[in-house]
């Protein structure tokens, strides 16, 4: 009697083993039920238009995905930390995630410094970095096997921008107007590469912070100089505010003097400025904007779609947030259902040519090659909207 009470304890005890080793070596972020995502974004401050319209675009996929049954039968969890575009908040939210929330991935996460700020911790805890919503040259370099990006960089759209200009509008003073942060010395780094290329130089740099509000000065400098093409390392307010002086300082912005930026500029609330303060804005961008009455009929539809999701009009943000997350989505099913970081790696590192949801842009990674495209568009503010210039630009 008592051999079978040993024996049924034994049982009890290693069954309670198996349970806790097999607790032990399932993926973090990873349940029978759940994945959990994590994204730490700008839901306020000055890049809030990107934070707001990424995050939206992404759990519409996430939701369509979920509604339709989830990933191998587990459900997508979107868990969201608002960082404000304020460095020290990122790595709070960072910490909260992976180390608290335990999540899988992170997915979406806003700014360039910001991300590179979260880097550390993220590679320490073997936390992939997917699709962040920078551009920048170090989402992917150095190479490492944990980081992938699906855009151009801001320093490729600089260059091909500004040396469109020159060849096609007859621009020889080039300058530039840029956030004296990592994402501003980007554009910097391409203004001076490309005018170097060209055989120029760059006649004046000017900087300023990333919520300034009055550049009178950069713009009195820049008209001092002569300056006929700028190169601005500017998001949403940033990009305005300075057109809107310019004009107000007498400069025939689109005649005179040509500005240029980069994918952080392609919003419709840059184009959209009342007055016209915009008009004339030259920015580079993955694909061309999506409105009710213009651009891809895929977007269109699209685009109908996420206004009755989210109640919003879509926006570069969005359509880049639903890209990014498609292409989650479609990673996670590869990865099949013993779901692991390594597999996810493996799954994304064997795509190739995955179409975008809104233009003939497609997207291929490799083992050696973690971003998902070198190519951009050129679009222009015209009459309040983003107009494709040119649909391939390069330098």
Excluded at 65 to 77: C, F, P
Aim: aromatic share 8%.
């Amino acid at each position: 009697m008592q051999i079978i009470k040993n024996i049924t304890k034994y049982a009890a005890l290693s069954a309670l083993s198996l349970s806790v080793a097999g607790m032990a070596s399932a993926e973090t972020g990873v349940t029978d039920t759940e994945i959990l995502i994590g994204s730490v974004t700008a839901l306020s401050g000055p890049a809030s238009v990107w934070g707001v319209g990424g995050t939206a675009g992404a759990r519409m996929k996430f939701d369509e995905v979920n509604a339709a049954g989830g990933i191998h039968g587990r459900q997508i969890k979107f868990l969201v930390e608002d960082h404000g575009y304020q460095v020290p908040k990122a790595i709070q939210g960072a910490n909260k995630l992976i180390n608290r929330d335990g999540v899988f991935a992170m997915v979406l996460s806003l700014g360039t410094p910001h991300n590179n700020a979260m880097f550390n911790m993220m590679m320490g805890k073997g936390v992939p970095s997917l699709f962040p919503f920078t551009a920048a040259i170090s989402m992917t370099e150095p190479h490492h096997k944990l980081k992938f990006s699906n855009t151009s960089t801001y320093y490729d759209q600089t260059r091909a921008g500004l040396k469109y200009l020159v060849e096609n509008n007859g621009r020889s003073k080039i300058c530039a107007l840029y956030q004296d942060t990592d994402f501003g010395h980007e554009i910097r780094n391409g203004t001076r590469d490309q005018a170097a290329a060209m055989g120029m130089d760059v006649v004046l740099e000017v900087t300023h912070g990333p919520g300034d509000t009055d550049f009178t000065s950069q713009i009195g400098q820049i008209k001092a100089a002569g300056c006929d093409l700028v190169a601005l390392g500017s998001i949403i307010k940033d990009a305005i505010i300075p057109l809107a002086t310019a004009r107000k300082m007498g400069l025939k912005v689109g005649e005179d003097i040509d500005f240029t930026g980069a994918l952080a500029s392609a919003s419709k609330i840059v184009a959209g400025v009342d007055g016209g303060l915009t008009e004339g804005f030259y920015v580079g961008s993955l694909y061309g904007m999506v409105y009710e009455d213009s651009g891809s009929e895929l977007g269109m539809e699209w685009a109908k779609a996420y206004k009755a999701y989210s109640g919003q009009d879509a926006d570069n943000p969005a359509m880049l947030g639903y890209d990014s997350a498609a292409l989650l989505v479609l990673a996670l099913e590869k990865a099949g259902k013993k779901l692991t970081r390594n597999k996810l790696v493996s799954a994304i590192e064997d795509m190739k040519n995955v179409p975008s949801n809104f233009s003939e842009l497609t997207y291929s990674f490799s083992k050696k090659q973690h971003r998902g495209t070198n190519k951009s568009v050129l679009m222009q503010v015209q009459n309040g909207k983003f107009v494709v210039i040119e649909d391939s630009v390069s330098y």
